[in-house]
Structures are given as C-alpha cells and as structure tokens.
C-alpha cells in the first residue's frame, strides 16, 4: 500500500537519524508535529538541515534547533485542518443524517507560546519574534474578506453532477474547498506569511510556488479548481484528516483526473517523540479511526484504501478538474495533519500561557526501526 512510501526510503531514515545525532547534544525534544513533517518532508529540505546543522558551527545548529522547536510548526499544520471552523449555512444543499458514525476529536492540553527570540534557521543568526512576521505598512488594513462565490460553487456541482465525488450519494451535499476558505481571508495577515514561511521548511521553494500560484490568484480560493463535493459526512471527515486523496494522472485533454483514497490513521498529539521513530500506518484497509466506514452507493461496497477514484468533466475551461497542484498539498498536509494528532487540539484549549501537558506517544502510533515493508502494507 503505498500511503506513504517516504517512510520506507532508506536514504531518508539515515538523513533522520543523521539529524538526530547532531542535535542531541542541545537536549532538544520534538513533538508530533515536527516529527510528521521531517518524516513527510522533501528529501532535499531533510539533506539541507543535516547539512546547515553539520557545516554551520554553532550558529548554524542553533538555526536548526529553533526550526525543529518552533510552535509556529503545531500552528500552520492546525491551520490547515477545518475541524474548527464554522460552517458556511449556504454551502450545503441539505443537511442531515446518514447514520454514519463519525470520529469525535480527542481531548489535548495546552500550546505553548514563542520565544520572544530564535535564530534565524537559513543564516543561524539571532532575531527578534518580530522580524519573523512579513512588514506590513502603517496604516494598511487587510482587505475585505473574498466573499463566496456562487459561480465556482454552480460550476462544481454541474461538474460533480451534484454527487459525492467519493461515495456518489445525492444527499447531504456539500461543496468542499482543498485549500482552506479560511485561509483564504488572510492575504494580508501574519499568519499567512506564517503559513507559507513555515511549510517552506520541509517543502522546495518549487512546490511552495505552485501551491500559491493554484491559490492565490485573482479569485483565491473560490474557484471550482478549488472545490469538490462531498457528503457532509464525508467533509467532516476529510476536514479531521481522517482520510486524503492522492493525485496520480490527468488526461491530456484535462477531462479526466485519477486519485486514490487512503484511510489515515489517528495519533494523538504529543510534547515528545523519537526523531528516529518511524510513523506506522493503518493495517486494515477497509476502514478509519473508531470504524468508521464509506460506501460506494453505485456499487454497494466498502470504499477501502488504495480505491482508484475517477474525476470528470466535460468542459475543463468553465469546469476545470480539482487542482493537481492542491490535491498534493491536501495529500501531504492531511496525512502530516493525522500523524501529528494536530488536528484534534480542541480549540478552547489552544492556551498560549500554559505548557503543553502531553505524555507520551502510544506504542501503537510508532514502528520500530528495524520493521519489514510487510508492516507497512
């Protein structure tokens, strides 16, 4: 199964346990959250902070250790969850109940804050917290939030023939961004710059940019680029990162759009965890966390992992396929969001002013290093 052949990459294990060895002469600890995105992160990111940390002298390590403590990290990884966000009374055409159990989040503790100063992780020298927020000019406000479009909603349901692009149920609907709507609405604020600052860490400069440019255009997030229906069952679901969708191939002629499905599994979040300890994925492919199960309703099976599932439309200039480019986001930052367990820090416990209480991972979110391939399909 390969839900995450990164983590069967011998080369990135010795990179990790590389960076492991260098760091732990300063004591540090890592939590979840870093740990899911070294484990997911692009090789050539994971070889450049092995280098910084050997060739840097002191100044250079610092610069690492600040990147792997940073709270910024737990920060943009809960961004890009939607578990907590409110939703939109317009963007469903009927709600209700399909007699689905869905997964309810897990009670977490506290998120500390940020040092008041930490090294610059490119150059290893100090700064102060506040050149880590873009320069904004005085006296400017953010723009007005980009309100809903009901054209790109209209194209998205002619497109996925008002449908569950997964299950193929009618009804509830809902019209599902990729990229966050509420990330949208702030172009203009810190955590934006945060946002994209961070993920820059782990990811090329390449990918980064071709996330914005799918995103951060003209009509932002409200593109049907940027839109797929789902049962609203089925939208919780994706937004608790409890599945994600794996692009594989687009037609030429830009009508038809392969992705796979992969049931994720359910790590709670942690203050601590090995750097060298090897996330394990779900065994059973049939189903989520807590048993939860899809039904394909064309033909009455069990939707499991590894499931091919075929996009379509007939007109990709009004109607255009999901964007590639954002389905590879969502791939890696749902799957970085399940392993981390950030996505079920409750929102009313996010307290800036208290430590984080978190005991220890559970054996069970954890393989041990010397495990063959079988555990892992």
């Given at each position: 199964m390969d839900i995450a052949p990164e983590f069967l990459d011998a080369r990135r294990l010795a990179l990790v346990e590389q960076l492991d060895t260098l760091v732990a002469p300063t004591k540090i600890g890592i939590n979840t959250s870093t740990w899911a995105c070294l484990w997911l992160s692009d090789i050539g990111k994971l070889q450049k902070l092995v280098d910084l940390a050997k060739s840097a002298g002191s100044e250079g390590l610092n610069g690492v250790v600040s990147q792997l403590t940073h709270p910024d990290?737990?920060?943009t990884i809960r961004n890009w969850s939607t578990?907590?966000?409110?939703?939109?009374?317009?963007?469903?055409k009927?709600?209700?109940?399909?007699?689905?159990?869905?997964?309810?989040?897990?009670?977490?503790?506290?998120?500390?804050?940020?040092?008041?100063?930490?090294?610059?992780?490119?150059?290893?020298?100090g700064t102060s917290s506040s050149v880590s927020t873009p320069p904004v000019k005085q006296g400017s406000e953010?723009?007005?939030?980009?309100?809903?479009?009901?054209?790109?909603?209209?194209?998205?349901?002619?497109?996925?023939?008002?449908?569950?692009v997964i299950t193929k149920a009618g009804e509830p609907l809902e019209v599902a961004h990729i990229y966050p709507y509420s990330l949208g609405q702030r172009e203009a604020d810190p955590s934006q710059f945060m946002f994209w600052r961070t993920l820059g860490w782990f990811w090329t400069d390449e990918k980064i940019q071709a996330w914005k440019s799918a995103v951060l255009g003209p009509q932002g997030t409200e593109?049907?680029?940027?839109?797929?229906?789902?049962?609203?069952?089925?939208?919780?679901?994706?937004?608790?990162?409890?599945?994600?969708?794996?692009?594989?191939?687009?037609?030429?002629?830009?009508?038809?759009?392969k992705v796979k499905f992969f049931w994720l599994p359910n790590f709670c979040f942690s203050r601590h965890v090995p750097m060298t300890a090897c996330p394990k994925v779900p065994q059973d492919p049939r189903c989520g966390?807590?048993?939860?199960?899809?039904?394909?309703?064309d033909t009455e099976k069990?939707?499991?992992?590894?499931?091919e599932i075929i996009l379509r439309t007939d007109d990709p200039e009004v109607r255009p396929l999901p964007s590639v480019e954002l389905l590879e986001m969502q791939w890696i930052l749902n799957r970085v969001n399940?392993?981390?367990g950030a996505a079920d820090i409750p929102e009313d416990e996010l307290d800036p002013d208290r430590e984080l209480l978190f005991g220890k991972i559970p054996e069970e979110g954890l393989l041990d290093e010397d495990s063959s391939e079988d555990e892992l399909s």
């Open positions: 990290v737990t920060s578990t907590s966000r409110p939703r939109d009374e317009d963007n469903s009927k709600r209700g109940s399909d007699g689905m159990a869905s997964p309810q989040p897990l009670t977490q503790t506290k998120i500390p804050r940020l040092s008041k100063a930490e090294p610059d992780v490119t150059t290893g020298t953010s723009p007005a939030k980009r309100a809903r479009s009901r054209n790109a909603r209209k194209a998205c349901l002619e497109r996925d023939q008002e449908t569950c593109t049907c680029s940027n839109m797929l229906c789902l049962g609203s069952n089925v939208h919780g679901l994706w937004g608790m990162a409890r599945f994600s969708l794996k692009p594989i191939e687009i037609s030429e002629d830009k009508k038809t759009l966390p807590k048993n939860t199960k899809l039904w394909d309703c069990i939707i499991e992992s590894g499931e399940a392993i981390s």
